[in-house]
């Protein structure tokens, strides 16, 4: 059995997460998963779970609360959090 990094739950069906800076994380949820790893909007302080977007290297859920914050105007929107540029 695993213990879950986030909450402590002590469960059988753990499952490892292995980032590419090197880092080895265990879950018993995706839940749980999501909070320890997903970014967070700057505006809005919601989990992007999805697409969202980058902005100026800042991370947002969408095109909406970057724009709310003056990171871009008009077209200058990555459509994907955290793609490599090239």
Same mark, same amino acid.
Request: glycine share 14%; net charge negative; charged share 20%.
């Given at each position: 059995?695993g213990?879950c990094?986030?909450c ?10 292995r980032?590419t ?5 265990? *879950?018993d949820?995706?839940?749980?998963? /999501?909070q320890?790893?997903a970014p #967070?909007?700057e505006?809005?302080q919601?989990?992007?779970? +999805?697409?969202?977007v980058?902005?100026?290297?800042r *991370?947002?859920?969408c095109a909406?609360c /970057?724009?709310m914050?003056?990171? #871009?105007?008009g077209?200058?929107l990555r459509?994907?959090? +955290?793609?490599?540029?090239?």
């Amino acid at each position: 059995m695993g213990t879950c990094d986030v909450c402590g739950n002590d469960y059988w069906m753990t499952f490892e997460v292995r980032t590419t800076g090197g880092g080895v994380h265990t *879950f018993d949820s995706m839940e749980c998963a /999501a909070q320890r790893l997903a970014p #967070v909007c700057e505006h809005c302080q919601c989990r992007v779970l +999805g697409h969202g977007v980058e902005a100026s290297g800042r *991370f947002f859920c969408c095109a909406h609360c /970057a724009r709310m914050v003056g990171a #871009v105007t008009g077209d200058e929107l990555r459509d994907a959090v +955290g793609s490599h540029p090239g």
